[in-house]
């Protein structure tokens, strides 16, 4: 299974994945926590009774609240089926990431930064977050510490299993402030022949209007045509006018990690832009697909819940009128 390019959805636990819960769970600690020098066997891990009903149940209950209290529950998909799932609670000093399991098969994937990143987008930059980790787990504490994890060099509380001890080690993470960041140029196209509005898709499968970046020493303008260019393979294009209004949001931490802290988020500029010519190549690099739609088929198109296009349906209709 260790292919990369598999379709993999991240996104807000729902009743129903209970079940599937358990099975990640049961099916990572049997795969996981084994180990001779602490005399754990799969035979103990089995005694907690992972599938049982009360169990199960309960896990039920966390996703029926999960987002609307101190908890909240992200999973990974794959064919629908739950293969990974990230539990993160909030606490007056500390939050914490509770649990964070993907099944062995769709492990070294990036499964769970994505997971991670969900999860530290609900709770929030002001606190610390901490976790527990089992200490003989060399690859989880690689992993956390890739994140931005560190140990405390404190040894929390032992966990206990069929009487036998697991010792856990403390790591917790310090999220860089974004406050003082600027946020990054950017200018975006609506895009139309005659009634019809350019929509495109990104490899991710998100649907967006053309844009791009300002880099430096551009103004927007340049920038636009050269992204036009760049993603559509056409110069058969006239400016129309600029909007007089910007669109202006935070970006989440998978972003604010990718770009490595240099932004907070995009201020885009929008321009009407009339396609004068017949045919047009998409970047197979940077986009999947496109697609012509009217104003109305566009706004029910276009997708608003992509970490960089927060707000994007509001601002579509907007542009539209």
């Known amino acids: 299974m260790k292919n990369k390019n598999i379709d993999i959805n991240i996104a807000d636990s729902t009743l129903g994945d209970e079940k599937d819960l358990v099975f990640v769970l049961k099916t990572t600690w049997l795969a996981t926590y084994p180990n001779k020098e602490h005399g754990i066997t799969k035979e103990d891990i089995l005694t907690k009774d992972f599938d049982s009903e009360k169990k199960t ?8 609240n999960s987002g609307k209290k101190s908890k909240y529950i992200c999973v990974a998909k794959h064919n629908n089926k ?6 993160a609670s909030k606490k007056k000093g500390l939050n914490e990431l509770g649990v964070l399991y993907i099944l062995p098969d769709y492990q070294r994937m990036g499964i769970g930064i994505k997971l991670m990143d969900r999860a530290v987008d609900w709770l929030g930059r002001k ?9 003989f787990n060399k690859n989880a504490i690689a992993f956390y510490e890739k994140y931005g994890f560190v140990k405390t060099g404190a040894t929390s509380r032992d966990r206990l299993i069929n009487g036998k001890v697991m010792p856990e080690a403390e790591m917790t993470l310090k999220l860089k402030q974004f406050k003082n960041l600027p946020y990054r140029k950017n200018v975006g196209a609506v895009f139309f022949k005659g009634n019809k509005y350019l929509l495109v898709q990104l490899s991710d499968g998100f649907w967006k209007m053309p844009q791009g970046g300002v880099h430096d020493g551009e103004i927007k303008k340049q920038t636009l045509m050269r992204e036009l260019k760049e993603e559509l393979g056409t110069d058969k294009f006239k400016i129309i006018k600029e909007f007089p209004f910007r669109h202006q949001y935070n970006w989440d931490e998978g972003t604010l990690r990718y770009t490595n802290y240099r932004w907070r988020g995009q201020k885009q500029t929008f321009f009407l832009v009339e396609f004068t010519g017949d045919k047009i190549t998409i970047d197979k690099e940077e986009l999947k697909d496109y697609k012509w739609l009217t104003k109305n088929e566009l706004i029910k198109a276009v997708d608003s819940n992509h970490p960089l296009l927060k707000g994007y349906k509001k601002l579509v209709e907007k542009l539209l009128k």
């Not at 739950?82 to 539990?87: D, I, P, S, T, Y």
């Open 127 to 135: 606190k610390k977050i901490f976790l527990e980790v089992a200490s």
């Open 82 to 87: 739950v293969v990974g799932f990230c539990l």
């Open 57 to 64: 149940s309960a896990w039920r209950d966390t996703i029926k």
